[in-house]
């Protein structure tokens, strides 16, 4: 090592030199006093260490070859020490520490025969849904709250009991689920007239509407359930996520197997069943095997994050209309098919999101794809064209996106700093932004492109989730959930949904104002 790297004056010693030399040169020029320092394989050196940092190579190649080695540690002594780790932090995860062992190597199996792909699973579904925080549910004519500790807060339209206070009366303000005290609820979902409830323990509540395949309007249950139920056919399945489209109900198992109620016949998701069938089926096809972190429904299609060695990558299966379905067709999908596009475009998805005739996906870098019927504007292109296959939002290039949702025919975006932005139809004011009256004497317009929603910036808090009405027969609503919990709505709010009691002949609000719970 050379000594003048540590700021150490060089001094060179010769044999011709005698001793009388040497005490004069050290008299005139002392030499300092070196500590006794903690050494460090990184930079700080002191004389007489050798430098790492200058040879990075080594200490990865004796890293590598010490980790990949058997640990000799219970329960696996056959693994890594890096295994071992993701094992150990997958033990951490409250949907993986109660499974059984045989359930832990399926699932291990299923993500690629290793524990490191198994923590990219959980961590990515984790990221995706919100699993396990405050969330907020904007859905057609009824809202949804769940707070941090898993309390759940219903308010809105209640014709078919969908609050689950055990009346059919519409409530304004939010208010509290008494009979699920005591039960930490994890994910939440709503339909027309329909809500589901997922707990910590996998099951799932159900109540409203009884029909699991039943469309938005009209429909083919006659039983009204006011107070939340279990869903018996689900109770050898540990649910983490559930979604509602038209005419169906899907669920996400902790192993990353999607199940589907009703609309199976003709094949149109993957089982030959009769349409009115409420026993949940395994999709079938390409998904089979391969683990699923997210599902998202719109009208008549459903979308799936997989997770697999090469990356995550989106499927989708149903009606086709629009392009929604992302193949650059229109042509529906009886089974899952993978959408080729996120590849040609260079593009790992990390979130999916389904609106009523769209989608739209952001990815690891940021990036935010829109694709189906982009009328209103709703896919951020500029225009009201469709896009049969994923494209990229050009206008939204120098924002690092995190989260994105889809209503019918409108889209939120959320960056990294909390910013939100959105564009599409105006209708109900669900847009966020200031009031407009066009030449017609319009007061909401249609948004093209991206623009930042001032009315959510002037809160100074960060914004975290979007939730907004997926529905083509209820004016739209939405919520803002920032990081601190708590919750402000804007839009549509007829029947009580915004949690704001509206006066006079108030029918929704333009800009957000805070809603009386705290979900922090």
């Known amino acids: 090592m050379d000594a003048t790297t540590s700021g150490t004056p060089t001094i060179q010693y010769h044999s011709n030199i005698n001793d009388q030399t040497i005490t004069a040169i050290v008299v005139?020029?002392?030499?300092?006093?070196?500590?006794?320092?903690?050494?460090?394989?990184?930079?700080?050196?002191?004389?007489?260490?050798?430098?790492?940092?200058?040879?990075?190579?080594?200490?990865?190649?004796?890293?590598?070859?010490?980790f990949r080695k058997p640990a000799n540690y219970a329960p696996d002594f056959a693994l890594s020490l890096c295994e071992l780790a993701a094992f150990d932090m997958c033990m951490k995860r409250a949907i993986f520490k109660p499974m059984t062992t045989e359930e832990m190597q399926d699932l291990k199996q299923r993500c690629g025969g290793s524990w490191k792909l198994v923590l990219r699973y959980l961590l990515a579904g984790e990221?995706?849904?919100?699993?396990?925080?405050?969330?907020?549910?904007?859905?057609?004519?009824?809202?949804?709250?769940?707070?941090?500790?898993?309390?759940?807060?219903?308010?809105?339209s209640n014709s078919s009991g969908q609050l689950g206070h055990g009346t059919t009366e519409e409530e304004w303000r939010p208010r509290p689920i008494r009979t699920l005290q005591g039960i930490r609820i994890i994910q939440a979902t709503a339909g027309a007239g329909r809500t589901m409830l997922i707990t910590d323990s996998g099951r799932v509540y159900a109540f409203g509407k009884d029909?699991?395949?039943?469309?938005?309007?009209?429909?083919?249950?006659?039983?009204?359930?006011?107070?939340?139920?279990?869903?018996?056919?689900?109770?050898?399945?540990?649910?983490?996520?559930?979604?509602?489209?038209?005419?169906f109900t899907a669920v996400l198992s902790r192993e990353g197997r999607v199940y589907t109620f009703s609309w199976g016949s003709d094949g149109k998701l993957g089982h030959h069943t009769d349409s009115n069938d409420t026993e949940p089926r395994p999709l079938l096809g390409a998904l089979e095997d391969i683990p699923v972190v997210q599902i998202a429904a719109g009208y008549c299609y459903l979308l799936c994050l997989?997770?697999?060695?090469?990356?995550?990558?989106?499927?989708?299966?149903?009606?086709?209309?629009?392009?929604?379905?992302?193949?650059?067709?229109?042509?529906?999908?009886?089974?899952?098919?993978?959408?080729?596009?996120f590849q040609t475009l260079n593009l790992q998805p990390m979130v999916v999101a389904a609106g009523a005739w769209h989608a739209a996906v952001v990815g690891r870098d940021g990036r935010v794809c829109t694709w189906g019927w982009g009328r209103y504007g709703c896919l951020g292109h500029?225009?009201?064209?469709?896009?049969?296959?994923?494209?990229?939002?050009?206008?939204?290039?120098?924002?690092?996106?995190?989260?994105?949702?889809?209503?019918?025919?409108?889209?939120?975006?959320?960056?990294?700093?909390?910013d939100v932005y959105s564009f599409g139809c105006g209708e109900s004011a669900s847009l966020g932004h200031?009031?407009?009256?066009?030449?017609?004497?319009?007061?909401?317009?249609n948004v093209l492109n991206p623009e930042l929603v001032t009315s959510l910036k002037q809160i100074n808090e960060r914004v975290v989730q979007i939730s907004l009405t997926n529905s083509i027969y209820?004016?739209?609503?939405?919520?803002?959930?920032?990081?601190?919990?708590?919750?402000?709505?804007?839009?549509?709010?007829?029947?009580?949904?915004?949690?704001?009691?509206l006066v006079a002949n108030q029918t929704e609000r333009v800009n957000p104002e805070r809603v009386d719970i705290d979900l922090g």
């Open 474 to 501: 209820w004016n739209a609503h939405t919520f803002a959930l920032t990081e601190s919990g708590k919750l402000y709505s804007f839009g549509a709010g007829d029947k009580g949904q915004l949690g704001i009691e």
């Open 306 to 341: 997989a997770c697999q060695p090469s990356g995550m990558s989106v499927y989708s299966v149903g009606c086709g209309l629009g392009g929604k379905l992302g193949h650059g067709t229109r042509t529906d999908e009886k089974f899952p098919r993978l959408i080729e596009q």
């Open 434 to 445: 200031n009031a407009v009256i066009d030449e017609q004497g319009n007061r909401h317009v």
């Open 211 to 247: 029909s699991f395949g039943e469309a938005e309007y009209g429909g083919q249950g006659s039983k009204t359930v006011t107070t939340p139920q279990l869903v018996e056919s689900l109770k050898n399945i540990f649910v983490v996520q559930a979604t509602i489209g038209n005419f």
């Open 28 to 66: 005139a020029t002392p030499l300092p006093t070196f500590q006794r320092q903690q050494r460090h394989c990184l930079g700080n050196s002191t004389p007489g260490e050798f430098p790492l940092s200058a040879k990075p190579a080594i200490v990865l190649h004796v890293t590598c070859s010490f």
């Open 382 to 418: 500029g225009n009201e064209e469709c896009e049969a296959a994923p494209k990229v939002v050009e206008a939204l290039n120098n924002v690092k996106a995190v989260h994105v949702a889809t209503g019918d025919y409108t889209t939120f975006v959320v960056s990294e700093e909390g």
């Open 127 to 156: 990221a995706c849904c919100r699993r396990e925080k405050s969330q907020a549910i904007a859905g057609p004519g009824h809202s949804i709250g769940v707070t941090s500790k898993g309390n759940v807060y219903s308010f809105g």
